[in-house]
């Protein structure tokens, strides 16, 4: 007889309180339930090992991109200063326009057909206007409400409530990544303050933590400025990989003697990535590496530098990179500020368009550009010597360019003065679903089981744009 067959063992003593209820109070009972729930239970259990994985993965169809990078313009742009042109409006000048309030504002700027489509593009965009041919534009925009942090929020996340997923974190739940020494989502941003809605934006909610959005500040010099911590100063890598080595060790024992935390394994998966990170996202987001002529190309300027970033990133294989290129709340004096916004992103998003296409990353990289809705048609604040825009939720542009996109189209319509979408049109669910098309995923079937729910990205709505997929 072996004696130490009968000696207490220290797992023996290391219960939480549910499994002691479990194991000596609970037992039949939770037969019982586990027969009555045993589907919600499977699901649980394989979010705890499956889904939290980066790797990559085959969409169940045919995927038309492979990559997304989101331009997001917050502020929301004019639509009828940019995509949208409407020559009815000079004719009501300074005239009340039927069921609206304050007086029709004719843009200040000229349209011109551009590229072999003809697509009138504004003459503040010359260089993204170069590339109109790969351009699905759609006119037809609406969300639900106009206030700046609910409705970027919506467009982030598809939702006005309840915090859900964000779209790169639904991408990357059902893609994974292609390195697994990096985020597969990125969110990049200059300037300290947080855009309307804070990590909302980014944020993962209910999905397994590992699909969080890591947010960059790109405005720093340097690549330790970018990403505080990316060294440690005080131990060298060898020492690193020994103690996650050991936290691993650690949780595997959690694991067996105890239970599956999905919170606990999230947080090593982090620490992890951000182990690995410390040489690849050194080498990611030195934009100095670039040739003077591509650095050229792009501009020397923070949204220049961003867009470049974004590029190496793209190139590197994160799965979705979100760009932030707000300031487009012009409430006032928008015949000068306007083009000064434009003239900052439209050089640096040329550019990333040409050098995609270039190093034939465009046609498997879903390029997507636009605000969170768009403005009115009447001047805002009447009176003012220097007049912009209200809010208005029920009509904005977006375009699409790259992996399946129809280039060179022209989507839906607003009406005569453009105050409203009128024909086809696009509610942001639609714009997500269609998103998600082009990434190889049928929208209503990318769910996730929580509180007893199959949640999705575009919720119970959504239809996909066929019009824009080539």
């Known amino acids: 007889m072996n004696i130490n067959e009968h000696q207490a063992r220290l797992e023996d003593f290391c219960f939480t309180r549910r499994q002691f ?17 045993g589907r919600d239970m499977g699901v649980a259990t394989q979010a705890g090992e499956v889904l939290s994985s980066l790797e990559p993965k085959h969409p169940p169809l045919p995927a038309k991109a492979q990559r997304v990078i989101h331009i997001f313009a917050q502020g929301a742009p004019s639509q009828v200063d940019t995509w949208d042109p409407k020559p009815a409006l000079q004719r009501y000048a300074g005239q009340t326009l039927p069921g609206m309030n304050g007086l029709a504002m004719p843009s200040p700027f000229r349209f011109e057909k551009r590229g072999r489509s003809g697509i009138e593009v504004s003459e503040v965009f010359p260089k993204i206007g170069a590339q109109v041919d790969e351009l699905a534009v759609i006119r037809s925009m609406y969300t639900d409400i106009p206030a700046h942090e609910v409705a970027t929020v919506m467009m982030n996340t598809g939702s006005l409530r309840l915090a859900k997923p964000s779209l790169g974190s639904w991408a990357v739940y059902g893609l994974g990544t292609e390195n697994q020494n990096m985020p597969g989502f990125i969110s990049l941003r200059t300037g300290g303050n947080l855009p309307p809605g804070g990590t909302q934006n980014w944020q ?20 330790e400025d970018m990403i505080q911590n990316i060294r440690n100063p005080y131990i060298s890598l060898r020492e690193q990989r020994r103690q996650l080595d050991l936290i691993q060790q650690l949780n595997e024992r959690h694991s067996q003697n105890l239970q599956k935390d999905a919170h606990l394994e999230a947080r090593i998966a982090a620490y992890e990535i951000a182990f690995k990170m410390q040489s690849a996202a050194t080498d990611a987001f030195d934009f100095q590496k670039e040739p003077p002529a591509m650095r050229e190309l792009y501009g020397d300027t923070p949204q220049g530098r961003q867009m470049l970033v974004a590029r ?15 300031g487009w709340d012009h409430h006032n004096d928008i015949e000068r500020r306007l083009p000064q916004q434009a003239g900052e992103i439209d050089q640096p998003l040329g550019a990333l368009l040409t050098d995609l296409k270039q190093r034939g990353l465009l046609d498997s990289t879903l390029v997507v550009w636009g605000g969170e809705f768009g403005r009115t048609v009447t001047k805002d604040r009447n009176g003012n010597e220097n007049p912009g825009r209200d809010h208005n939720n029920k009509a904005f542009s977006v375009w699409l360019a790259g992996g399946g996109v129809k280039g ?10 453009g105050a409203r979408a009128v024909d086809r049109p696009v509610h ?15 929208h209503t079937k990318l769910t996730y089981r929580y509180n007893g729910r199959d949640f999705r990205l575009t919720d119970v709505s959504g239809n996909v744009v066929k019009g824009v997929i080539a």
Do not use: I, K
């Open 428 to 442: 942001v669910h639609d714009l997500h679903a269609t998103m998600l098309q082009l990434l190889g995923f049928d």
């Open 408 to 417: 060179g189209t022209v989507y839906g319509a607003t009406d005569e003065f």
């Open 21 to 37: 209820l479990h194991r000596f109070g609970m037992g039949f009972g939770a037969l019982s339930l586990a027969g009555l729930l």
């Open 204 to 223: 993962a909610a209910f999905l397994p933590g590992v699909f969080q959005g890591t947010s960059v500040n790109t405005s720093a010099g340097t690549v």
């Open 312 to 326: 190496r990133l793209l190139e590197r294989g994160v799965r979705f990179v979100q760009v932030w290129a707000g």
